[in-house]
């Protein structure tokens, strides 16, 4: 059973950093594609980073955080890290972890999402 479990949100001033985890299990990473996904109140899911196995450069970053935030994979940990830095009030939302098993078309899930969840972790940055 695959299982995805982040942790690192909390509440944080404009301008401050949080590093959000994901462990998976269920799955090894020798093929997959991962990625963190936001809902803010009010508003629709929105796929924000992601990266796949298949190729070192298959790294995805929405507008809204890019140069901001990044995204990395420990493979030995089997997890999966967004730095996010510079952090606005806009940021606020409900963070998850997407996962599926098959790098194939991880751009499209991304956007469109992942077979896998996790529960979520909340960020809340204050003005």
């Known amino acids: 059973e695959v299982q995805l479990v982040e942790s690192g949100g909390g509440l944080v001033q404009t301008g401050g950093s949080l590093r959000l985890s994901c462990v998976a299990s269920g799955f090894t990473f020798d093929a997959y594609a991962i990625g963190w996904f936001r809902r803010a109140p009010g508003k629709e899911r929105e796929g924000i980073s992601c990266i796949s196995s298949a190729a070192d450069d298959n790294i995805y970053y929405a507008d809204s955080v890019k140069g901001r935030f990044t995204i990395t994979s420990d493979s030995a940990k089997n997890t999966v890290y967004l730095q996010m830095n510079s952090l606005k009030p806009e940021d606020t939302a409900e963070y998850s972890c997407?996962?599926?098993?098959?790098?194939?078309?991880?751009?499209?899930?991304?956007?469109?999402?992942?077979?896998?969840w996790g529960k979520g972790t909340l960020v809340t940055v204050s003005s």
């Open positions: 997407g996962a599926r098993p098959d790098p194939t078309d991880w751009d499209y899930h991304c956007e469109n999402g992942m077979d896998y």
